[in-house]
């Protein structure tokens, strides 16, 4: 029942178009017309005015019938009163928008309108042909504007939906680089397991046989170390996909002259330059290093129409420094790619920073910077050798 109510807005002006033309009619009306039939006619077309939005077939019918061929069928002319205009004219314009099968609507008006014109004149042609152009124009105002909203919303609809949908991809985009990076760390912290738990079997066989609690204690830790590693594998397998290898990642810095050397096969003439010591470069940090820089020749190749591009590593005592420059063009293309996303959840993974953009001289540079935490070195033991 709450589709049949009108809006609060539409009652008003019903109500004021009712109170006009009433006041109208009864004061300034001509002689002989008969009033007490014309004026509840003219009562019943202009309150239909309110329903013009949530039934517009309905109210153009009942308001024309009322307002034209009753009066019409009483010999008085219907254009008496300028509210009669206004209602009469608000309903053709309303169909053209709001009916949902307004060539119907604009027959129904047009029969109507002619009819009340033949009635108290006869066939009036000129007549009947002059009201059908007016309602017409008001007609195809309406459907004008109806098209015009339409589409209107229509492209705010769009716009919305292409938001929501690259929303969508970078959450997809961040949501699959966070995976590949768990599993990527899942790796390395596998082999790092792997390595200390063989480093304690092999402590272990070294004991004297009085060295019981000693024996224990590596026994405890050993026992753990391969159970976390069993845990970790199973864990692996719910975040590795069927095509992928189980082995421990060998992408890292090293492999820079082959990725590089791709590149060259591409066309580009690719430049890389490293500096300092990389000696103490934990496993994670040189492999999201690697990454990022592949994924930034890799938006090159892809993007950036490019004749030139510089790698260089820089190996601070406290970070590691990256950049890839290039001189081509299509930094647009690599804005709106999900690259960049993977690219900063790789650094934020180890509490780094990537920034991009364009260089004033032209090209696009990619700049990363990896903290890398101070290995602590372990003293050497001194084992006493007991006197023969």
């Not at 007549?127 to 152009?133: G, K, T």
């Not at 504007?145 to 716009?159: N, P, Y």
């Not at 066989?205 to 753990?224: F, G, S, W």
């Not at 650094?347 to 602590?376: I, K």
Request: proline share 7%.
């Amino acid at each position: 029942m709450r589709r049949w109510v009108p809006r609060p807005i539409d009652l008003a002006a019903a109500a004021a178009l009712t109170v006009a033309t009433q006041v109208e009619l009864w004061l300034m009306s001509p002689e002989g017309v008969p009033l007490g039939l014309v004026g509840p006619s003219f009562v019943v077309g202009t309150l239909a005015f309110a329903w013009h939005r949530v039934a517009p077939f309905a109210a153009l019918t009942i308001g024309l019938t009322t307002l034209a061929v009753v009066p019409g069928l009483l010999g008085v002319d219907p254009a008496l009163a300028f509210g009669w205009f206004v209602t009469t004219f608000a309903l053709l314009a309303s169909a053209g928008y709001h009916a949902r099968r307004p060539v119907l609507a604009l027959a129904v008006a047009l029969v109507l309108l002619a009819v009340s014109i033949v009635l108290p004149k006869g066939p009036a042609f000129a007549d009947v042909l002059y009201a059908w152009i007016l309602a017409g124009g008001f007609w195809l105002a309406g459907r004008a504007l109806s098209l015009r909203t339409v589409r209107a919303e229509l492209s705010e609809q769009r716009a919305a939906r292409a938001e929501e949908q690259a929303q969508w991809r970078a959450a997809s985009a961040v949501a699959d680089e966070r995976l590949r990076i768990a599993r990527e760390m899942h790796d390395v912290i596998s082999h790092s397991v792997s390595v200390m738990t063989l480093h304690v079997s092999g402590v272990r066989r070294l004991l004297r046989p009085d060295q019981v609690e000693e024996r224990a204690a590596l026994e405890t830790v050993e026992r753990t170390g391969r159970e976390s590693l069993a845990e970790m594998h199973r864990m692996l397998g719910v975040l590795r996909g069927p095509d992928e290898d189980g082995g421990a990642p060998s992408q890292g810095l090293a492999r820079l002259p082959d990725l590089l050397r791709s590149a060259r096969a591409a066309g580009l003439d690719a430049v890389l330059t490293v500096d300092g010591d990389d000696g103490d470069l934990p496993a994670g940090v040189d492999l999201a290093a690697y990454r990022i820089v592949q994924e930034a020749v890799t938006n090159v190749l892809r993007h950036a129409r490019a004749r030139q591009l510089t790698c260089s590593v820089h190996h601070r005592p406290t970070a590691l420094e990256i950049g890839v420059v290039d001189d081509g063009t299509g930094a647009p293309a690599r804005r709106e790619g999900h690259g960049l996303v993977g690219m900063r959840e790789r650094a934020a993974a180890y509490g780094g920073t990537v920034e991009a953009g364009p260089r004033p001289e032209g090209g696009w540079a990619v700049h990363a910077r990896l903290p890398v935490p101070p290995v602590e070195r372990p003293a050497p033991v001194r084992v006493a050798e007991e006197a023969p």
